[in-house]
């Protein structure tokens, strides 16, 4: 592996930077969803345990450059203090004199938080200025913010120029889990792609042709194959004008021994809405005023006997609308078979990326799965085959 780890350095009596993602969801000033506070306590734990003195860097929002007192990591100190059962320092800056008052106010087992990096100009155009700033608070930078990987920001990558380096432990796992999904990974692979449109996710699907065995296209952007086959979609969401960019997809697949599958069957309503009348037919036979919403029990099946048939499995993107029922079930009933394969421990399964965590969350299966990224731009910005700046500085 190229870039080191918290074991890999030498932190007792050390002031460590601690890049983290809390940027939680908020409802009058009260975080609503701690998750992503809890994850980062495993490390925080660690480099405490070590004898370092941690201080937490991070985002919040977007306030472009300014100060915004609604968009101030304050608000989530509370929540912070109740995750860690420790005492938290704040500072009202993450550079200059405020931040230096925060850290000697610590005492070795507080923690430190600072401002949202983003409250400073700099932060998100990597200025070397800001990223020095930073760095002469600490002594070793530890990053454990994944889901910021995918940018370039003074906070994330500027910092790892400056100073010794590592990922911390949220960042180490999801780093194994990718590499075991994509990276190096036990074969034959099947790489499961859904969601509303190709457009979004060309990149995605582009690298993944290349590199994977079977390939499961669904949701809305299966409507746009079918629509490049000549298979009549009726009302459907679909990009006629990507089709023939789907047909290069299928051409590359081909090329580079990728087996497709499309549906088979498909679920069909007039209305989107939880609950419309609904019917199953075959691929061919979606009525000129209906909309295919999901995939059908026989689609279901074959990509049950795909993953039975394959080592390693990675996600991204729902079967159908899986927000409305009935249109969940093809999602659920292939996340559940993935769950249970894994659980068997004849698959090694990996998923991410904003809606999937939601649906795999539905079917009951998020936690039989080997791993599941919470980093939404990130995740998918790694299945596109880039590199990310914030891993790559850590090398
Ligand atoms: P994405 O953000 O690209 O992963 O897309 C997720 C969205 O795709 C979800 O909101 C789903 O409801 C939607 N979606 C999936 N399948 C369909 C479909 N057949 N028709 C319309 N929307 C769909």
Do not use: Y
């Amino acid at each position: 592996m190229a870039w080191k780890t918290i074991d890999d350095m030498g932190l007792a009596g050390k002031t460590v930077l601690t890049r983290v993602d809390i940027n939680v969801p908020m409802e009058n000033g009260v975080v609503t969803d701690a998750t992503r506070i809890q994850k980062i306590v495993p490390t925080v734990e660690d480099l405490i345990a070590r004898g370092a003195k941690v201080v937490l860097l991070a985002h919040f929002d977007r306030p472009k450059g300014k100060v915004v007192p609604e968009m101030s990591l304050i608000h989530v100190k509370a929540a912070l203090v109740a995750a860690l059962g420790r005492k938290v320092v704040f500072g009202s800056d993450c550079v200059g004199d405020a931040a230096k008052a925060a850290i000697s106010e610590a005492a070795q087992g507080d923690v430190v938080l600072l401002e949202n990096t983003r409250f400073h100009g700099g932060e998100e155009k990597n200025d070397p200025k800001l990223a020095a700033e930073m760095a002469a608070l600490g002594d070793v930078f530890v990053n454990d913010a994944f889901s910021a990987a995918h940018r370039a920001h003074a906070s994330t990558a500027g910092v790892a120029a400056l100073l010794p380096s590592a990922a911390g432990r949220l960042m180490e796992a999801e780093l194994k889990a990718l590499e075991a999904a994509l990276g190096d990974p036990v074969r034959p692979v099947v790489a499961v792609v859904g969601g509303a449109k190709v457009s979004t996710k060309l990149e995605l699907l582009g690298n993944l042709v290349g590199r994977v065995d079977h390939l499961v296209i669904g949701g809305g952007m299966a409507n746009t194959f079918l629509v490049a086959q000549g298979i009549e979609v009726g009302k459907s969401l679909a990009e006629r004008d990507m089709a023939a960019t789907a047909l290069e997809i299928v051409e590359k697949a081909k090329a580079s021994g990728c087996v497709i599958h499309l549906p088979v069957d498909i679920v069909v309503a007039r209305e989107f809405k939880a609950g419309a009348a609904n019917e199953t037919v075959g691929v061919k036979d979606c009525p000129k005023d209906a909309m295919i919403l999901d995939a059908g029990p026989k689609t279901v099946a074959a990509l049950a006997k795909v993953f039975e048939g394959c080592k390693t499995l990675i996600w991204n993107g729902p079967l159908g609308a899986f927000e409305i029922e009935p249109f969940n079930a093809a999602t659920n009933a292939a996340a559940r078979a993935a769950a249970r394969l894994t659980k068997a421990e004849k698959l090694v399964s990996v998923a991410g990326g904003g809606d999937t965590v939601a649906a795999l969350n539905q079917a009951g299966a998020a936690s039989d799965f080997t791993f599941i990224s919470t980093a939404g731009g990130a995740f998918l910005e790694w299945m596109e085959g880039k590199t990310l700046p914030g891993v790559a500085a850590l090398g």
